[in-house]
């Protein structure tokens, strides 16, 4: 038995479950989730990256809600990593109208940078990373170098693949659904330290 570090790119996998599943499995217990992918390794940690919701005050409230059901149900388990997202103005060529866009920033940096770490150190003897994200190849690479033996593996979420994260770790696989539904959290959670209720948001029922 191994200890297991699960990085989870927040942003490929929610837009995963969307495309292919509306909002039906988004009220997602990433700590089961990660315990089903490897059950014979030992789950040390479940690593979140993602990054606040700008512009948008319903989304942010049913993100902040599912932040505090992970921690609530998990505690310490499951570590949220926040990135940023960036403001850009966009201009159509063709017609001159310009609007504001929305870049998500730091979530593969930050992913990379604490998988390098968790190898270097020996925290980590196997590692899933549950993205599609080709930009962490770098990452596996030197991960795989620092470290030959660890063993590396990305889980694709839904409508999401990388041919050279598959080709960089043979053993990779799309996650299903039956995994997904098999994972999720109590309609109503309770904060163990606090007695708050955190309930699953209406729009993702």
């Not at 609007?99 to 604490?114: G, L």
């Amino acid at each position: 038995m191994s200890e297991l570090i699960v990085y989870v790119d927040g942003f490929n996998l929610y837009h995963g479950l969307h495309e292919k599943y509306d909002r039906r499995f988004l009220w997602l217990d990433l700590e089961k989730l990660a315990r089903s992918l490897r059950p014979y390794d030992q789950l040390i940690k479940v690593k979140y990256f993602t990054a606040s919701v700008v512009n948008d005050p319903g989304a942010l409230s049913r993100q902040d809600a599912y932040l505090q059901a992970l921690s609530a149900h998990s505690g310490e388990t499951v570590e949220i990593i926040k990135g940023r997202y960036q403001t850009k103005q966009k201009t159509c060529l063709q017609c001159g109208s310009s609007w504001t866009h929305y870049e998500e920033k730091e979530t593969d940096v930050n992913i990379a940078v604490s998988l390098v770490a968790d190898v270097a150190t020996k925290t980590a003897a196997s590692a899933v990373i549950i993205s599609a994200d080709s930009d962490l190849a770098p990452a596996v690479r030197k991960a795989k170098t620092l470290a030959p033996r660890t063993h590396i593996m990305a889980a694709f979420p839904p409508k999401r693949v990388s041919n050279e994260l598959k080709t960089l770790m043979p053993a990779s696989f799309h996650i299903g659904r039956a995994k997904f539904a098999g994972a999720q959290l109590p309609q109503q959670v309770v904060d163990p330290a606090t007695g708050h209720v955190i309930h699953r948001p209406t729009k993702w029922a």
